[in-house]
């Protein structure tokens, strides 16, 4: 299994950025998708993890203002941040829990940078 993200950047605080992840592979069925993220000199943490069966979580520090949502068609898991801050900044990595055994992958960091 593979995954592919995209988006990221450098965005002002107070602005919107869409992350995507796309998985491709042997795919049996995905039991979640989702984001964590790292800033430098900090823990990583969960940024948003949508299910199959349940509704998705969030970090606290991103409650209100991200959305997370799923294409199950396409495989593919989005990250919508609005109201951006500072804070923010960090690699955001995607990842995948796939089929019975949960195996669990990832992929590539992205940037994202927000400015003030």
């Known amino acids: 299994v593979q995954l592919q993200a995209s988006g990221g950047g450098l965005v002002q605080a107070g602005g919107s950025m869409r992350l995507s992840c796309a998985a491709s592979?042997?795919?049996?069925?995905?039991?979640?998708m989702g984001w964590y993220r790292q800033a430098p000199g900090k823990k990583r943490e969960l940024v948003a993890v949508i299910f199959s069966s349940r509704r998705p979580n969030y970090g606290d520090s991103v409650k209100g203002r991200f959305t997370i949502s799923r294409d199950n068609t396409k495989n593919t898991v989005y990250l919508q941040m609005n109201s951006l801050k500072p804070e923010d900044t960090a690699v955001y990595t995607c990842?995948?829990?796939?089929?019975?055994?949960?195996?669990?992958?990832w992929g590539q960091g992205t940037l994202v940078t927000v400015s003030s």
């Open positions: 592979g042997n795919i049996s069925i995905i039991n979640a």
């Open positions: 990842h995948a829990d796939v089929g019975e055994l949960s195996d669990l992958y």
